[in-house]
């Protein structure tokens, strides 16, 4: 169980995984560009969408929250390699979604699901949250606002 400080809204936030205590391992191609972008035009063009399958906007939640991650014509795949119509889900907390090539920060806002998770549970700052899921390639550079999806919940 991890527990992290969110400066933005001065809570703390419980993240707890689904599965197995033992964290996926970082791959050299994650951290070689985990804070570089890739230029949107070197990128594929997405081909799907992405969507949080027992999530509704306006929904109101209680902690901790169980979220599935959905995806349409392209195939959830782990992080380390780029291979074409394949990615992986970033939950974004307090964020809708990131420019198209930017790498998406690995920290307590932003939550990579790299070895190709599609839900997870996790304990949510209380009042109103926006959480944005970002589908992202190999080396974790975001297909950008197309293969995003943004709801507002409400934790209480």
Do not use: W
Request: charged content about 20%; proline content about 4%.
């Amino acid at each position: 169980m991890k527990s992290i400080f969110l400066p933005a809204v001065g809570m703390a936030l419980l993240l707890v995984a689904c599965g197995t205590n033992e964290e996926a391992p970082k791959t050299d191609a994650h951290d070689q560009h985990q804070h570089e972008s890739m230029a949107p035009e070197a990128m594929d063009d997405a081909i799907g969408s992405v969507f949080f399958e027992n999530l509704e906007a306006g929904d109101t939640v209680e902690n901790p929250v169980y979220i599935t991650f959905g995806v349409e014509g392209m195939e959830v795949r782990p992080a380390g390699e780029i291979v074409e119509g394949t990615g992986h889900h970033h939950l974004l907390i307090g964020n809708a979604f990131l420019a198209k090539g930017e790498v998406v920060p690995a920290n307590s806002e932003n939550i990579h699901y790299g070895g190709g998770q599609v839900s997870d549970t996790v304990t949510l700052p209380l009042g109103e949250v926006r959480l944005g899921m970002q589908f992202a390639n190999g080396v974790h550079a975001s297909y950008g606002r197309d293969m995003s999806a943004s709801i507002k919940v409400y934790v209480k």
